[in-house]
């Protein structure tokens, strides 16, 4: 039974969306992809907005039959919205993802998180045998951190012993808490915990693993070595 007034069927974006016409070519390019009977992973931002918007017109005019695991909430609302039915890792895992990235280095490798999910996204990476990371031509750098910083999400009551040691372990630039926009205080993630912002001069290729070892951390947005392939228009 549907609700009389269903407010996720007013949803939308709610934010300008920067570089549109690049990242609908790779939105398309997504959706063109789609197979009928597939669970798809399904990763946040914008550009994964927009191929989740393509795919939907897609199982509308073809009648698909898709699942979709997802990593945030809007994502999750989305889905319903278009009547694309969610599943979780509890009772399966992906047939292949699709997520974006703030940085990509030459390499492959990524930082995420821009959106706090990067707990959820790299769950859902790990768990998929193919991850395709959609993206514009603007998140190609020649080294990761050249333009954001790696978030790390931390236990609330371990933060001042995260700060520290992450100042001890790699000696980051500046380290600083993520406070929200729209509310006052800090950034709550979809599980509750707070983000610290990770600014480096240098990324070495330990950080990921040293970074996951402290007591406290959740999870970073560094995605060193990950099998993933790049889409971009």
Same mark, same amino acid.
């Given at each position: ?16 969306? =920067? ?36 795919? *939907? /017109?897609?199982?509308?005019? /073809? ?12 994502? =999750? ?10 599943? @979780? ?73 995260? *700060? ?9 630039? /500046?380290?600083?808490?993520?406070? *929200? ?25 330990? *950080? /990921? ?6 007591? @406290? ?17």
């Amino acid at each position: 039974m549907k609700w009389n007034y269903n407010i996720i069927d007013n949803l939308d974006w709610g934010k300008n969306i =920067t570089r549109l016409e690049e990242k609908e070519k790779v939105a398309n390019a997504i959706a063109a992809m789609v197979k009928n009977g597939e669970c798809l992973g399904i990763g946040s931002g914008s550009t994964s907005y927009l191929a989740l918007m393509k795919i *939907a /017109e897609r199982v509308k005019k /073809e009648n698909l039959q898709i699942r979709a695991i997802t990593t945030s909430l809007e994502i =999750t609302m989305a889905c319903g919205r278009l009547e694309i039915p969610t599943a @979780g890792l509890e009772t399966g895992r992906p047939d292949w993802t699709f997520d974006g990235a703030d940085e990509i280095d030459p390499n492959f490798s990524l930082i995420k998180g821009r959106g706090g999910a990067m707990f959820k996204e790299k769950l859902l990476i790990n768990s998929s045998p193919k991850t395709f990371i959609i993206a514009d031509r603007s998140k190609m750098v020649s080294r990761l951190g050249m333009n954001f910083p790696v978030p790390v999400e931390v236990f609330p009551q371990a933060l001042s012993y995260v *700060a520290h040691a992450l100042k001890m372990e790699l000696n980051p630039r /500046e380290i600083k808490l993520r406070m *929200a926009e729209g509310k006052d205080g800090p950034l709550i993630t979809e599980n509750g915990n707070l983000v610290l912002d990770v600014w480096f001069d240098f990324i070495p290729n330990h *950080a /990921e693993k040293t970074i996951k070892h402290i007591t @406290g951390v959740i999870e970073s947005g560094l995605f060193i070595g990950y099998n993933v392939e790049i889409l971009n228009p």
